[in-house]
């Protein structure tokens, strides 16, 4: 029943994934170097290189598909306030003298929700900016610049693009050397997140998630990968980094080299949250799954929300949970949180989580409110996984989910609540999508209670066309969307 999906597929970031380990060469130890900021890894056992080794070389980076990314979607217009349109004010949990900008326990929503809309949005076209890209797989923007558009590459690279028209003005970062990155579209590793501090760039910092080389402990427990979330400081010159700035926040070992999440985004109260997958294999069992599922080990950052304090990663976040072995986590019970955002009107959370053999999910959490248990591995989207009974007694159900039969979906791509400008009737309307070959572009209304959807996906009412599956959504710093497929850039613009 439980098919090991092609890896020629980016399909395979919903099916199950036995290769553990072994993803021939590649990618130096990363150097990492410098700093060891603490790096505080979970339980899942020793480190590869130690804190910041200055590690090998070479580097297979690939081209190939795949992963995760971040996104800046915290920090955005005030509180409540109405049109995100541009405007970042970020930090409005903050009230800590000195730093309006530290990581601080957040202020929990009391208007949860909206009205369902009258009518579905107008009709939308997708306006082409790139078809040349070498799997992007996130794009975001700077605080406050309207000008420039931040592509990351699954092989390593953030290029910078116009906003306007996608021309490439240069490449911001490339670690594609010391990062471990997929060859093929099926791969779920490599550079799979970025996230600018909220006050960049007086806060000169940007933050990424990527894969490099596994390692093997005292005990003989495997694992294929380790996840590494680190800081980087953009130099003199505003289109390039600095590479001898890097400073590791936190690591942790992949069992299996699929189902690595990726995702990162600061929300309102100026935290980093960090998706972290199951650990990969299927079922959230095998080698270095927890009895039970290592979505469901409090002790392990695997299957989680993480919620880290970027200047202390070492100690445990103001709010986070106090209960949690790892200090780290904010929510559990998920298993491959490829792309979550934050309403950056509102501040909740949306969490698309990519299901296993038949449903897709969407999870919303209210601004503010942590340790909700999503479920996986116990439920798979509103249903028992597997089938027959289970106790659902704690859980948080998704807001919306949907079956993979019928329409060639498999795998949901989170996306984000439309805040922009331009399209006044797609205002408060959350657009997500999935990869699978059916290339759907999906939008509902969260009411705080059940999720107002439109009765055609987007893609088909509108005829929109992509020229490869989709990888990612992303948020300019004027709100408006985009959407990322193997090769492309599209912008969700209104159409005549
Ligand atoms: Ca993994
Ligand atoms: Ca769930």
Redesign the pocket.
């Known amino acids: 029943m439980y098919v090991v999906a092609a890896l020629t597929l980016i399909a395979s970031c919903s099916g199950d994934d036995s290769s553990s380990g072994s993803d021939a060469g590649s990618g130096g130890a990363s150097g990492a170097g410098s700093g060891a900021n603490g790096g505080s890894s979970g339980d899942t056992g020793g480190s590869s290189g130690a804190n910041g080794g200055d590690g090998g070389s070479s580097g297979a980076a690939g081209a190939g598909a795949g992963g995760d990314g971040g996104s800046s979607g915290g920090g955005t217009g005030g509180d409540g306030a109405a049109d995100g349109g541009g405007e970042l004010d970020s930090g409005t949990d903050s009230g800590v003298p000195g730093n309006e900008f530290a990581c601080v326990a957040p202020t929990p929503s009391t208007d949860f929700g909206a009205e369902c809309p009258a009518e579905d949005p107008v009709t939308l076209k997708l306006t082409p900016l790139r078809t040349d890209l070498n799997v992007p797989i996130f794009v975001t923007h700077a605080p406050d610049d309207e000008s420039r558009l931040f592509v990351v590459q699954r092989g390593g690279q953030i290029l910078i693009l116009d906003r306007e028209d996608g021309a490439t003005i240069g490449t911001f970062l490339d670690i594609g050397s010391q990062a471990t990155t997929g060859t093929n579209e099926g791969h779920?590793?490599g550079l799979l997140g970025l996230a600018f501090h909220p006050n960049y760039p007086e806060d000169p910092r940007i933050f990424v998630n990527y894969t490099i080389d596994g390692y093997t402990t005292d005990d003989g427990d495997e694992y294929?990968?380790e996840t590494l979330v680190t800081s980087f400081e953009v130099s003199d010159d505003p289109n390039v980094i600095d590479m001898s700035s890097e400073q590791i926040l936190v690591r942790f070992g992949?069992?299996?080299?699929?189902?690595?999440g990726g995702m990162l985004a600061f929300g309102k109260d100026n935290c980093l949250y960090v998706g972290a997958?199951d650990?990969?294999n299927g079922n959230d069992t095998g080698p270095g799954h927890s009895a039970g599922g290592n979505g469901q080990d409090l002790s392990k950052p695997l299957g989680k929300i993480l919620r880290i304090d970027q200047d202390d990663p070492s100690v445990r976040a103001p709010g986070n949970p106090t209960d949690p072995e790892y200090e780290h986590i904010w929510d559990y019970g998920v298993r491959n949180p490829w792309r979550f955002s934050f309403d950056r009107d509102t501040g909740d959370m949306y969490i698309g989580d990519v299901g296993q053999d038949e449903i897709e999910e969407v999870s919303v959490a209210p601004r503010g409110v942590g340790n909700n248990n999503f479920g996986w591995p116990i439920m798979e989207g509103a249903s028992c996984f597997g089938g027959g009974g289970c106790d659902m007694d704690g859980l948080v159900l998704p807001a919306y989910d949907y079956p993979h039969a019928a329409n060639s979906e498999n795998c949901v791509i989170g996306g984000y609540v439309y805040r922009g400008s331009a399209i006044p009737s797609l205002h408060g309307w959350y657009l997500y999508g999935d990869s699978g070959t059916g290339r759907r572009i999906r939008a509902f209304v969260w009411d705080g209670e059940a999720a107002c959807d439109t009765a055609v996906p987007l893609s088909e009412r509108d005829g929109l066309t992509l020229n490869g599956r989709i990888t990612s959504f992303g948020e300019d710093a004027a709100g408006e969307l985009y959407v990322t497929t193997a090769a492309g850039l599209y912008r969700i613009d209104q159409a005549e």
């Not at 992949?254 to 690595?260: A, D, I, R, S």
């Open positions: 779920e590793y294929s990968l992949q069992p299996q080299e699929n189902h690595n997958g650990g990969g």
